[in-house]
């Protein structure tokens, strides 16, 4: 299942990303506030449970989150929401997928991973900004799957129609966050309006 988060403020702050006129820093800067919203929206599904505390004024029955967090980015372009994440979940563990396009065929290909161990039944918020043919989440799912993390949130900036449905139907347990839902891919499987290549924009390498 998808989550489009319809707010006004979010949607200003994505123009802006997609805009071709704003460099690497604003860039990175807009990527990590527009992930903070999409977190926080994505964080009402958590577990909660009772715990009993002392305010100043005496005893209260609280509620604190259930599950340990990992976060997961897929590299590279994952990186630049990772602060973001952090920054409302200090203490999430991080683990890392290294998963690129091949220029020609579009096939996700893995090339690195490193995940936090011994963990009982995580959540995990898997994190890349760009959903387009879908191939590099499907690929990082069944990964985080064959090592037993079971419990997955997606979180991307701009999906494209087609990457969701791939995902939805590869992994219907995973609910999917996104800041929006772009129209199509292009014939490079590149996302129509979206943003252009989200790794060159966030690091400047083109
Ligand atoms: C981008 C993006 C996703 C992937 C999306 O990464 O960050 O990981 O493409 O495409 P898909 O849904 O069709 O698989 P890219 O391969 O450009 O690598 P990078 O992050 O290293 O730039
Ligand atoms: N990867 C990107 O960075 N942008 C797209 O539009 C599609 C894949």
């Given at each position: 299942m998808y989550h489009e988060i319809n707010h006004p403020f979010l949607k200003h702050k994505?123009?802006?990303l997609r805009d071709e006129n704003t460099k690497?820093?604003?860039?990175?800067?807009?990527?990590?506030?527009?992930?903070?919203?999409?977190?926080?929206?994505?964080?009402?599904?958590?577990?909660?449970?009772?715990?009993?505390?002392?305010?100043?004024?005496?005893?209260?029955?609280?509620?604190?989150?259930?599950?340990e967090i990992v976060v997961?980015?897929?590299?590279?372009?994952?990186?630049?929401?990772?602060?973001?994440?952090?920054?409302?979940i200090p203490n999430a563990r991080v683990g890392f997928v290294g998963m690129y396009r091949d220029h020609?065929?579009?096939?996700?290909?893995?090339?690195?991973?490193?995940?936090p161990e011994?963990?009982?039944?995580?959540?995990?918020?898997?994190?890349?900004?760009?959903?387009?043919?879908?191939?590099?989440?499907?690929?990082?799912?069944?990964?985080?799957k064959a090592k037993g993390f079971t419990n997955i949130v997606f979180i991307s900036i701009i999906s494209a129609p087609e990457g969701i449905k791939t995902v939805e139907?590869?992994?219907?347990?995973?609910?999917?966050?996104t800041g929006n839902v772009d129209e199509f891919l292009d014939d490079n499987k590149y996302i129509i309006p979206g943003l252009g290549d989200a790794g060159d924009r966030l690091f400047g390498t083109k």
């Open positions: 994505l123009t802006a690497h820093k604003e860039f990175r800067e807009l990527a990590n506030e527009i992930t903070m919203l999409i977190c926080y929206e994505a964080l009402k599904n958590i577990e909660v449970e009772d715990c009993e505390i002392r305010t100043p004024m005496g005893k209260m029955t609280g509620k604190r989150m259930s599950n997961v980015p897929i590299l590279r372009a994952g990186v630049g929401m990772l602060d973001g994440i952090l920054t409302l020609d065929t579009k096939q996700p290909v893995e090339y690195y991973s490193k995940l011994d963990m009982k039944n995580p959540l995990v918020f898997l994190i890349d900004p760009m959903l387009a043919t879908g191939g590099s989440v499907v690929a990082t799912i069944d990964l985080l139907e590869a992994h219907p347990d995973v609910q999917i966050f």
